[in-house]
T-cell receptor, first 114, second 109 residues
Framework: ETGVTQTPRHLVMGMTNKKSLKCEQH?????MYWYKQSAKKPLELMFVYNFKEQTENNSVPSRFSPECPNSSHLFLHLHTLQPEDSALYLC?????????????FGPGTRLTVL | GQNIDQPTEMTATEGAIVQINCTYQTSGFNGLFWYQQHAGEAPTFLSYNVLDGLEEKGRFSSFLSRSKGYSYLLLKELQMKDSASYLC??????????WGAGTKLIIKP
């Protein structure tokens, strides 16, 4: 595997379910990100981790819970979601948090909440 | 508030040139990024501008004017595979990346 991978690619869940999204990067990067992408809206940054430490939480509801066990893996635990949470969830990584470093994105998980 | 403006959709012809504009109002500026995102795929990095002027990279060029809060992405010799969304993002004084909603580019034969 190369780059940034995400599983599952598609997920349908009910509002009472608990599920987890997984992201893995094979680039040796130290920073990882979760984004939410809704149709015709800007990317919304949710969480940032640098060297496994959370550095950013953009007022995300507690029904989204991130976990970063090491610099290569990032999870997003989901519980009691709402239909408006249906979106594409993108994971990204970068070498670190330097301003000029581009982010490398995974293909995303298309989430549908019923 | 912080804002990035891009046209929602543009159409161009194969072989032609297209310019996608991006204007921004942010608290500070630490560089501007352009990304390409094909439908159903991950965004991929195209360019980074931090100084005024034009950066050329093959068929793609990116221009920045910090005094005008303006950038554009220029795509030459358009190919069908260039049909995608193009995302503009600005890093502000807090090092946050502020994203535009993207411009969907449709290439017609």
């Amino acid at each position: 595997e190369t780059g940034v991978t995400q599983t599952p690619r598609h997920l349908v869940m009910g509002m009472t379910n608990k599920k987890s999204l997984k992201c893995e990067q094979h680039l040796g990067h130290n920073a990882m990100y979760w984004y939410k992408q809704s149709a015709k809206k800007p990317l919304e940054l949710m969480f940032v981790y640098n060297f496994k430490e959370q550095t950013e939480n953009n007022s995300v509801p507690s029904r989204f819970s991130p976990e970063c066990p090491n610099s290569s893996h990032l999870f997003l635990h989901l519980h009691t979601l709402q239909p408006e949470d249906s979106a594409l969830y993108l994971c990204a990584s970068s070498q670190d948090l330097e301003v000029y470093n581009e982010q490398f994105f995974g293909p995303g998980t298309r989430l549908t909440v019923l | 508030g912080q804002n990035i403006d891009q046209p929602t959709e543009m159409t161009a012809t194969e072989g032609a040139i297209v310019q996608i504009n991006c204007t921004y109002q942010t608290s500070g500026f630490n560089g501007l990024f352009w990304y390409q995102q094909h439908a159903g795929e991950a965004p991929t990095f195209l360019s980074y501008n931090v100084l005024d002027g034009l950066e050329e990279k093959g068929r793609f060029s990116s221009f920045l004017s910090r005094s005008k809060g303006y950038s554009y992405l220029l795509l030459k010799e358009l190919q069908m595979k260039d049909s995608a969304s193009y995302l503009c993002a600005v890093r502000d004084s807090n090092y946050q990346l502020i994203w535009g909603a993207g411009t969907k580019l449709i290439i017609k034969p």
